[in-house]
DNA sequence: GTCTATAGACCGATAGAC
DNA sequence: GTCTATCGGTCTATAGAC
């Protein structure tokens, strides 16, 4: 079925997302990239002509694995709270990896910023129709604004998945969601 | 009183912090900066050695100004809401600088990574004693954590510092705080 | 404290053989 | 689809004159 050529461009990309992760678009070089996949810098260019393809590639393939997880979440799991805390654990490692292509954004070629305001758009629509749910449900005010909570929701899954990784001596790990913090009152 | 030495020193810093917040510490050189800043790459070295000195040198400056800040809202703001809107708020453009400085953390040399985690762990410090205060008196649950709180306030801080800068069309800005779209119940 | 000039390494991308 | 070799450019950082 799959050709050759098609389990290395998913190799590629399934690497190239590890290092987006660990270093941003702008902290490694297509020759790493290459070095790390085990090819020569001249047949990586071979599969993504530029590094703008291949960030494109790298984003959009996070997007189809979000829209299929958060697909699942929306079917099976009901609740507002369940379905943020599943939405946030089945994200995974795509939640750093979503905050690194934000963060880098502005530096990103065209069509890179292109497939990473997609798959923003994606994620915060299902959280906006998560919280549109909830509203009609009852489980938030009638005056909450769904596109809004979405926003607040997604900031808070981005800033942990970024603030995880700066170890802070003698404080908690940042809990990657805790929808009970609120007011006494 | 302040040698013509420092003036450029600052100088550099603020248009370091500058370049930080809108490309990242890897998508800008010192060539550029010191370019913007007016100066040529040689003089540039001359204040700042290296780069890890000058990416220390900016996250110490943010630091300061994120605990002179702070203080002032621990002296005079009272009540826990109010309190972290003026927080977030008062943070202004060093909410998008913190938020690169560690999107870049794992990419840094060891001086900018000391820095960086002390001015996150000053600012989750602040937050976490807002968080403290706000359950002796009552505004949050008892078995709030104010460590935990404070870490999930600053991780929304941070990722909506990023995520303002993505235009989604068709979507609300994200609100740089809404502390009320809990549950209903 | 400023500059010009440059070292030495790395960057993204391409040419062309196999 | 892989490779070696390389182009032209940029990177951080330094040398040394003024």
């Not at 959009?60 to 799991?77: F, G, K, L, M, P």
């Not at 963060?103 to 890179?112: C, E, H, M």
Request: glycine share 6%; charged share 25%.
């Amino acid at each position: 079925m799959a050709k050759r050529k098609d389990v290395t461009k998913e190799q590629i990309i399934e690497v190239a997302g590890r290092l987006v992760r660990a270093k941003g678009c702008n902290g490694f070089s297509t020759r790493q990239l290459a070095d790390e996949v085990g090819i020569s810098s001249a047949s990586l260019h071979h599969h993504f002509t530029t590094k703008d393809d291949l960030i494109a590639a790298v984003a959009a393939t996070c997007r189809d694995r979000v829209n299929r997880s958060q697909r699942v979440i929306a079917a099976e799991i009901e609740g507002f709270a369940l379905r943020l805390s599943h939405a946030s654990e089945a994200l995974g490692d795509d939640a750093l990896l979503i905050a690194m292509l934000v963060a880098d954004f502005p530096t990103l070629p065209s069509k890179s910023q292109d497939e990473v305001r997609q798959v923003l758009a994606n994620l915060r629509g299902w959280l906006s129709r998560f919280a549109a749910q909830a509203r009609s449900d009852a489980e938030l005010h009638v005056d909450a604004v769904p596109d809004q909570v979405a926003g607040n929701v997604l900031a808070e899954i981005l800033g942990s998945a970024l603030i995880q990784r700066v170890a802070l001596p003698g404080t908690l790990p940042v809990p990657p969601m805790t929808w009970g913090w609120q007011r006494a009152d």
